[in-house]
């Protein structure tokens, strides 16, 4: 985990879900040099299945056998790290063979099983924190992960449920869950989504992206994730709150100045 974290930023970032393995291809390309041209270390992320979507007709993705091969190849092939979803513990063991950070998604993430087991691996865990909860409830899952012996892991905020529909980000928990001496990112597009929104799908703004991770890395945080899309309004998931692919350059540049002016000040201290 010291490979991802130090002195520059680190992005997570990905389309939601994994289409096609011409398009997750194309993405993982285009990531790497804009990140490369950023100054950023980068994790490509794809979920292999969206088991969590609205309606049960949704695009899920290619499946646990498919898509862990397209990640493969990217990994092999791109020289990237790769960061796919685990939504039960039967997946676990296909998913380590392939995964350098398996995360356990924010519905997800006070299943105990689901953890240990995914702690169990010894691979990196990202956790993401629920929208039903408070940044200090992860000390406990962080007791989780401990009790296998792994101290690989990684918190990531997304926002907490803020009445039907909607999340808001209280930044106050960014420097709360750093606190617990643990790696935190910021999710800067799930934060601005509108939970089943669109009845039968999840909307969101992603105008407020932007405003949202210059906060947020304000803070001092050591990564940001961002789903990232060609095309997010004919995206099969999460369209409405990914960000275009190319408005991410200009994005990065701006958050990498404010994490160095960060970082020259708390040195200062």
């Not at 519905?107 to 240990?116: A, E, K, M, N």
């Not at 990112?185 to 105008?207: E, M, N």
């Amino acid at each position: 985990m010291k490979q991802l974290f130090g002195e520059q930023l680190l992005l997570i970032a990905g389309p939601c879900v994994i289409e096609s393995p011409e398009h997750t291809w194309m993405m993982a390309t285009e990531l790497k040099k804009i990140a490369a041209d950023a100054g950023v270390k980068l994790v490509f992320k794809a979920s292999y299945d969206k088991a969590n979507r609205s309606a049960v007709d949704s695009f899920r993705g290619p499946g646990l056998k498919a898509g862990l091969e397209i990640l493969k190849k990217i990994k092999q092939e791109l020289q990237l790290p790769v960061l796919s979803d685990v939504h039960c513990v039967s997946q676990i063991e296909a998913a380590a063979e392939v995964l350098d950070i398996i995360q356990i998604p924010a519905f997800l993430s006070r299943q105990t099983d689901l953890i240990v087991a995914a702690a169990q691996t010894k691979k990196i865990i990202n956790v993401k924190k629920a929208q039903f909860s408070a940044p200090e409830d992860m000390k406990n899952v962080l007791e989780k992960v401990y009790s296998t012996g792994n101290r690989q892991v990684i918190l990531t905020e997304r926002g907490v449920s803020f009445g039907y529909h909607n999340l808001v980000v209280d930044m106050r928990s960014l420097p709360i869950m750093r606190s617990f001496g643990v790696p935190v990112v910021f999710d800067g597009t799930h934060s601005v989504q509108k939970p089943g929104g669109l009845g039968k799908a999840t909307g969101g703004d992603r105008s407020f992206v932007p405003y949202l991770c210059r906060a947020a890395v304000a803070t001092g945080v050591d990564g940001i994730f961002l789903e990232v899309h060609d095309n997010p309004d004919v995206a099969k998931s999460d369209g409405p709150n990914m960000i275009r692919l190319s408005d991410l350059s200009s994005l990065l540049k701006v958050l990498v100045a404010i994490d160095k002016t960060v970082k020259e000040h708390s040195n200062e201290n």
